[in-house]
């Protein structure tokens, strides 16, 4: 039976082995889309959220949220997020071609493709390793990429568009899908797309997304979102893949994102796996990852990790203390509205000058986003940092930048850093 591509609305059966056999593991409520910030003319307005549960597959132990958006409101044209916005972003993108040009070989002037492009930070890499590129971005995001010569079809990734790249160019003999392999609903369309595009003798087909394991581990429930349909285990990967004809060749773990999962899949079936695929498997096995108990405890810590969290940003704002947000990464939406922080809590959220969401307000929790020179000219009390995953960075660059104040870390457990 082959996976479905998903229609808009609440999910009955697990997205890639369609088992009824789901159940849910945490409720965070309702939320609007993270990347669909707003204007200030909008907070007056209707304004759409929708439910955020996460689930579990009993057969396949997927873990993935029951409720899909249509791709089109998803990542609409003015989807405001840039890979490229920081260097340690930048490096961790430039780490996949470096990886695959170390572990593979390649023929001359090789194509590179990548599914989900954005402004094409990750196919410069690529480039640079003497690959041809083409990225595939739906988003207004694409012309950007386009400006710095790196080849984009602004579409979304299906079997339509897998056919106009096989028309006009040759064979890839790498095709990437970083985060993006977890968050299209047409799952069907994007692997029978990979499949017609790859070629089978030595290409290599690499994903990345954020690694269920990450998700317990560190309380990340914040990377619960509604562009990430999917958080991938192992062997659930490797069920996917199967489905398709490709052999999972390599995996490991990889910083991205606060944590990611880094496999590699060939359609060559004399090509065998490395010892890491197994060795993986076992980790997570042993662990208790495919036991209900591991899901009941993490239910419980997030629960416990709002209340302390609130707790916390109320004490010092009774206090008349000045909070603000630092870094508007799609997952502090989740945070946010979650937690129920709102600007009674926080006066702004401080993001780099470079960003697109300048001027805008969060969805659901309406805290304005503005430039951070603004908090180091006023000095609040506190800092917020929304973009914990980079938490480390963040500190330095703020103190550097001339920051003065504490800083609050809210994951994966709550806590004042002097």
């Not at 606060?258 to 197994?278: C, D, H, Y």
């Amino acid at each position: 039976m082959s996976v479905s591509d998903l229609k808009p609305g609440v999910i009955y059966e697990c997205q890639i082995c369609r088992s009824k056999k789901i159940y849910e593991i945490l409720d965070l409520g309702h939320s609007g889309l993270c990347d669909s910030l707003l204007r200030k003319d909008d907070l007056n307005k209707y304004e759409k959220s929708y439910p955020l549960k996460l689930f579990k597959c009993k057969n396949c132990h997927l873990l993935q949220i029951n409720y899909v958006v249509d791709n089109k409101e998803v990542f609409h044209l003015d989807y405001p997020y840039k890979s490229g916005i920081t260097k340690t972003l930048k490096d961790l993108l430039h780490s996949t071609s470096k990886y695959a040009v170390k572990n593979f070989e390649f023929s001359k002037n090789p194509l590179a493709i990548d599914i989900g492009s954005n402004d094409g930070t990750l196919l410069e890499g690529f480039k640079n390793q003497g690959f041809k590129v083409l990225g595939v971005e739906p988003t207004n995001i694409a012309k950007l990429a386009n400006k710095k010569g790196i080849k984009t079809i602004q579409k979304f990734f299906d079997t339509k568009t897998a056919q106009y790249i096989r028309k006009k160019f040759q064979k890839a003999e790498v095709i990437t899908g970083t985060n993006i392999f977890a968050h299209i609903n047409k799952l069907d369309s994007l692997m029978k797309g990979v499949k017609s595009l790859i070629n089978i003798k030595n290409g290599i087909f690499v994903t990345e997304s954020h690694y269920a394991v990450n998700i317990l581990d560190e309380m990340q429930f914040d990377s619960i979102y509604h562009e990430h349909l999917r958080f991938y285990l192992l062997r659930p990967l490797i069920f996917l893949l199967n489905k398709y004809g490709f052999k999972v060749i390599d995996a490991s773990r990889i910083p991205n994102y606060a944590g990611s999962i880094r496999v590699t899949a060939t359609l060559n079936k004399n090509i065998q796996p490395k010892k890491s695929v197994k060795k993986l498997i076992n980790q997570e096995k042993k662990r208790g990852f495919y036991s209900e108990k591991k899901y009941k405890q993490y239910a419980n810590k997030v629960i416990k990790v709002k209340k302390d969290l609130t707790e916390l940003l109320w004490k010092l704002r009774l206090k008349r203390k000045r909070i603000v947000g630092v870094g508007c990464p799609g997952r502090s939406i989740t945070l946010l509205a979650y937690c129920n922080i709102t600007s009674q809590l926080i006066d702004y959220i401080a993001e780099q000058s470079s960003s697109l969401k300048l001027n805008m307000f969060t969805p659901s929790t309406h805290i304005k986003i503005i430039d951070e020179k603004y908090m180091i000219k006023y000095q609040p009390d506190y800092a917020l940092i929304l973009s914990w995953h980079y938490g480390k960075n963040v500190m330095k660059n703020l103190r550097n930048k001339g920051y003065k104040g504490k800083f609050i870390m809210p994951l994966p457990k709550p806590r004042i850093i002097n």
